[in-house]
């Protein structure tokens, strides 16, 4: 039973750093119909640029949010070479993003070389129900649960976000009652490299980030996103929390080898069994 | 006459000329090899980005598909070789079959995705499980050979990669230009213009990527054969990234575009690497090369030049024949 709650607390830790990456994901592909490949790389940057800013630079808190901040730049020029274009399709958008996360691994090599890079976090470890974790993963969930409640309001409650939902849902009318459809999909991309870089911030100090790691981060925000139709934020966290459970679950119970195959194996299943709800969703 | 003055006759033919001297007088055969490989690859995946309208950033799968079929057909099921080749497409293309047909009913980038975990599923599978090779890999691949005649050396194997590679072209030819080829121009165009039209759209989305694995399944078992070994690690995703960049760069759903882009991106690679590995250079400018370049010609080939080499350079020529003829015929009527 103790094994079983470590398992959980520890699934629902790693959970919400996937759906973090995961929200990216939704907030570029509810308003621009594009996926971000680069997503991965914005939460590597993240890592990185607040490892050097904590390394002596500026103290706790504001270096994370500078790290933050740049990544919401970086996210925007990401958007600016994906969509700036008019007509691109989002297939050849698509693709752009994979050249940029790319030009993105050359640079982290090139400014930050090959090893894996940790910022300081929170030391120290926590119980929980008789658990023990990390402070720093209480602090991964307790940041994504207030992230995805800002996430929440901004796209109910404030006028840019139901701009930003107008232009998803219809952006033909969007552009009728004079939304810069264009304009609302860079806030979007920016938005999403904020979101990435938080994530990054946050995961680094436990898990260390490569330019290598940019592939497995951006799959599982990815396969957290699927679970909620690439489009709904809350259906996407639920996923994140049920792929982190579902991993810890396998390598507690079964063998730790086979986390990545039944974490991918579940977003395989999830993509082909929903299949026939996506297709009517998007024929809406 | 006028059918003469068009190109491609006299490129075609000047293709096969080079191609079939290549082998010749070149030094590095392997270099050669791998970019007839990845030729083969890259003319499946621009028909499936040109005409299904998705991407596969894991085309590496069916490789490892084809690569494994002839690993295990010869050395655990003692198949010949020839069967072994052979079976290494169909199994590719089966395993793409069960995948594709869920995966391409989605609009959007299912695909791309799906693809991706199903080459890092292949990979973790690979060196989990001892039968696929484990954490040692898969070696003691006899060499290909027809009953008693067994290759010797590299130079067989490139003519009989040449020789795939010719059997991809014409049968990516004979399929653009059939009746199923015509309506998959059609429904690339316009899906539901397509459908109404009766083209069936699904099949032929599910036919076109199975081909395109078919494809990466015969580069895989050559390739297994020109290097007899086989482990999780021979399949990285960045190659699998690599024919996407090849074939954004030929021109998608061309005939052409796919080895015009395997050859310009392999002889640039190949330049690149001459060029980081000089003394004096850090050992990291050869990674950060590699990517930046990667980088740079998907950006810079999708943004000005997002149909392709073949398709402009074409569509040049065209232009240039038309001036040509208007012309004369401006000349003759004065």
Redesign the interface.
């Known amino acids: 039973m103790r094994e079983l709650v470590a398992y959980l607390v520890s699934g629902i830790a790693l959970g919400s750093s996937f759906a973090l990456i995961g929200s990216g994901f939704v907030v570029v592909h509810r308003v621009t119909r594009v996926v971000n490949f680069a997503q991965g790389s914005l939460a590597v940057v993240g890592g990185m640029v607040s490892a050097t800013l904590l390394d002596g630079v500026l103290p706790h808190g504001l270096g994370e949010l500078a790290a933050v901040l740049i990544c919401g730049g970086l996210g925007l020029v990401v958007g600016l070479l994906a969509i700036g274009r008019r007509g691109t399709p989002p297939l050849i958008s698509l693709i752009v993003t994979l050249g940029v996360s790319m030009l993105i691994s050359a640079a982290i090599i090139w400014l930050w070389g090959q090893d894996p890079v940790s910022p300081p976090g929170l030391a120290g470890s926590t119980a929980v129900l008789g658990a023990t974790v990390e402070t720093q993963r209480l602090l991964v969930v307790g940041a994504t649960l207030l992230a995805f409640v800002a996430l929440t309001l901004f796209f109910t409650r404030s006028y840019v976000g139901k701009a930003l939902t107008a232009s998803a849902s219809n952006p033909f009318a969007a552009r009728m009652v004079g939304i810069d459809v264009r304009r609302m999909g860079l806030l979007a991309f920016a938005l999403a490299g904020m979101l990435g870089g938080l994530a990054g911030v946050l995961v680094a100090p436990t898990n260390a980030v490569s330019f290598y790691s940019d592939l497995p981060l951006a799959l599982s925000g990815f396969a957290a996103a699927v679970f909620g139709g690439l489009t709904s934020p809350l259906r996407t966290l639920l996923g994140g929390l049920g792929l982190g459970i579902a991993g810890q679950l396998t390598a507690g119970y079964l063998n730790g080898s086979y986390q990545t195959e039944v974490a991918l194996a579940l977003m395989l299943v999830i993509m082909i069994a929903r299949s026939s709800t996506f297709v009517h969703e998007e024929a809406k | 006459m006028e059918r003469l003055r068009r190109p491609s006759t006299y490129l075609t033919a000047l293709a096969c000329v080079a191609a079939g001297l290549a082998p010749l007088v070149m030094n590095d055969l392997t270099f050669l090899m791998r970019m007839v490989m990845a030729a083969i690859v890259v003319t499946g995946l621009s028909l499936l ?1 040109g005409y299904a ?3 596969s ?1 894991g085309q590496g799968a069916f490789v490892a598909a084809g690569a494994l079929t002839v690993a295990l057909g010869t050395t655990r099921l003692d198949l010949p070789p020839l069967v072994a080749l052979l079976a290494a497409p169909v199994v590719a293309g089966v395993f793409a079959a069960l ?1 594709g047909l ?2 391409l ?6 695909l ?3 693809t ?3 080459l ?2 292949v990979q ?2 690979m ?2 499980f001892d039968f696929l090779g484990g954490a040692f890999g898969i070696s003691g691949i006899p060499p290909f050979g027809i009953g008693d005649s067994i290759f010797v050396g590299q130079l067989p194997y490139v003519y009989l990669a040449l020789g795939c590679l010719a059997v991809v072209l014409m049968l990516t030819h004979r399929l653009v230009h059939s009746r199923f080829g015509r309506g998959v121009q059609a429904f690339a165009g316009s899906e539901t213009a397509a459908e109404s039209a009766g083209v069936p759209v699904m099949r032929s989305k599910v036919v076109i990527f199975s081909l395109s694995a078919m494809y990466a399944g015969l580069a895989g078992a050559l390739s297994t054969f020109f290097t007899p070994y086989v482990s999780a690690d021979s399949f990285p ?1 960045v190659e699998s ?1 690599t024919y ?2 090849m074939a ?1 760069v030929g021109g998608l759903g061309t005939v052409w575009g796919g080895v015009v882009g395997a050859v310009l991106v392999s002889v640039l690679l190949q330049v690149l690497n001459t060029v980081s590995s000089q003394p004096g250079l850090p050992p ?1 400018a050869g ?6 370049t ?6 810079l080939a ?2 000005f030049m ?1 149909r392709g080499i073949v398709p402009t350079v074409d569509g040049g020529f065209d232009r240039l024949a038309r001036r040509r003829v208007e012309a004369r015929a401006g000349v003759s009527s004065t």
């Open positions: 980005m309208g998705q991407a950033l995948v869920p995966l009913r989605l609009q959007g980038h299912y791309a995705f799906g991706l975990a199903l890092l599923m973790a599978a060196s989990t995703a990234f996407v960049i954004v990291t990674p950060i090369m590699q990517y930046a990667y980088g740079a010609l998907l950006v999708l943004l997002p």
